[in-house]
């Protein structure tokens, strides 16, 4: 089972995935974020290198991106990238992930690819309102990426804001579930996937 978390930029997209593996547990979960998969600035097409757009589907390399997917469906390990937010490149390291029965992705351009957003059994939508996620995309990049505040709101009316009004808010339309506002411990959707993900390992344990 593999399921799509998507929203725009600091909506709240990982706390919710680690609540889903507080509530279900680790023990049969995989964390992905399309996040590891960003090109390295020169490997962007020069339209994209001259914005240092990191908001537009070709900043990400998709094909290696499904290829691990694929690779975890059908029972194999993956070596996942390693991305260095402050140099814009990857690192040479990659982290070993072992396969296991739920996969859950998370990224703000997941449904913006067919290709990607075909192989979600389950898709959810992390809604909040822009001056929040501008808030929290502030917090995060000065103190977790080393970032100056004159930067990140450069960068968020050059290429964040516009990005997300071509690419993730459309992406809404293709959501299962759709989750308002601030992400409390228990919700409805928050529920109604935990719920999904017990009875789906329930049946794979009955079937072993």
Do not use: W
């Amino acid at each position: 089972m593999i399921i799509g978390i998507c929203g725009g930029s600091a909506s709240g997209k990982t706390i919710f995935t680690k609540k889903i593996i507080e509530l279900v547990g680790s023990d049969a979960l995989i964390y992905l974020e399309h996040d590891a998969y960003y090109k390295g600035l020169t490997e962007l097409p020069p339209e994209l290198q001259e914005t240092k757009n990191f908001d537009h589907p070709d900043s990400l390399d998709n094909a290696l991106f499904i290829q691990h997917l694929h690779q975890l469906q059908t029972n194999q390990p993956i070596e996942r990238p390693v991305y260095d937010f402050t140099i814009h490149r990857r690192t040479t390291e990659t982290i070993r992930i072992l396969p296991k029965p739920v996969i859950l992705v998370d990224g703000i351009l997941i449904f913006a690819i067919e290709a990607l957003r075909d192989l979600f059994d389950i898709k959810v939508f992390i809604d909040a309102d822009a001056d929040i996620r501008l808030a929290r995309r502030l917090q995060r990049d000065l103190f977790e990426r080393g970032r100056t505040p004159e930067s990140v709101l450069d960068q968020y009316l050059k290429t964040v804001r516009p990005m997300h009004r071509e690419f993730v808010e459309p992406s809404k339309r293709y959501a299962d579930i759709i989750i308002h506002g601030k992400i409390k411990k228990h919700n409805t959707g928050l529920d109604l996937i935990v719920t999904k993900i017990k009875a789906y390992l329930a049946e794979l344990a009955q079937q072993q």
